[in-house]
């Protein structure tokens, strides 16, 4: 997720986006995701979604990680980065000079083989809902990663469109507020937003939905 208002700080997040969904619901948006390119698995945990997530990733594989609490809270951020499994570019790009390595930085991230994060809201007719501060991982997540991996909790499952767009401001922008000000004293703002309607490329994009709360 340029900096949010002053408003933003004083924002009480809408809990009726916290709930999640029920089993039919979570049937029904992975059948519409099927349908619109996006193949979705269902894990009943977050055991069963970190192992799900893993599979899908051979060892040795370049991947770029969207900021994401979700990864963090499974685990998957610590062991993409951490293990030496894997060829981490979050990593890379965290060490290189901002200011002097800027274009090398955008190449680096520009198309890994793999991407992977979460997302903000899905709808039960299979579209799928990204909001941003700076845009850095919607590029990826859009066109030019090989392959992309959202892991996403099934409180994120919403009617439409427009309770998407409602649960981004409602809920996800003050919580992301509050956690951006825990760890850098920053504010954010939903400063652009990627709506994936469908994936035209087969077997490039996978959701695996929680059924547990997870992230924002």
Not at 48 to 58: S, T
Not at 134 to 159: E, M, P, R
Not at 193 to 198: D, E, G, M, Q, T
Request: glycine content about 8%; overall charge negative.
């Amino acid at each position: 997720m340029t900096s949010a208002t002053q408003s933003t700080l004083t924002l009480t997040p809408n809990k009726e986006f916290a709930r999640l969904a029920t089993d039919e619901q979570i049937e029904r948006a992975a059948a519409a995701l099927e349908a619109n390119g996006i193949h979705t698995l269902i894990a009943e945990n977050s055991e069963d979604a970190k192992r799900l997530f893993f599979e899908l990733i051979p060892d040795g594989s370049e991947i770029f990680l969207g900021s994401s609490v979700t990864l963090e809270k499974l685990g998957i951020k610590d062991e993409i980065d951490q293990s030496g499994r894997f060829d981490a570019l979050r990593p890379k790009m965290f060490a290189m000079n901002r200011e002097t390595q800027g274009r090398e930085i955008r190449k680096l991230s520009g198309a890994p083989d793999f991407a992977a994060g979460s997302v903000h809201a899905v709808t039960e007719d299979g579209h799928v809902l990204i909001a941003s501060n700076t845009g850095s991982q919607l590029g990826v997540y859009a066109s030019s990663a090989g392959k992309v991996i959202w892991v996403v909790g099934a409180q994120k499952i919403v009617k439409g469109l427009n309770e998407g767009l409602r649960r981004i401001q409602e809920y996800c922008l003050p919580l992301e507020e509050e956690h951006m000000q825990q760890l850098y004293k920053m504010s954010t703002g939903v400063n652009k937003v990627l709506i994936v309607n469908r994936e035209i490329r087969p077997n490039r994009t996978t959701m695996i939905i929680v059924k547990e709360e997870l992230g924002f």
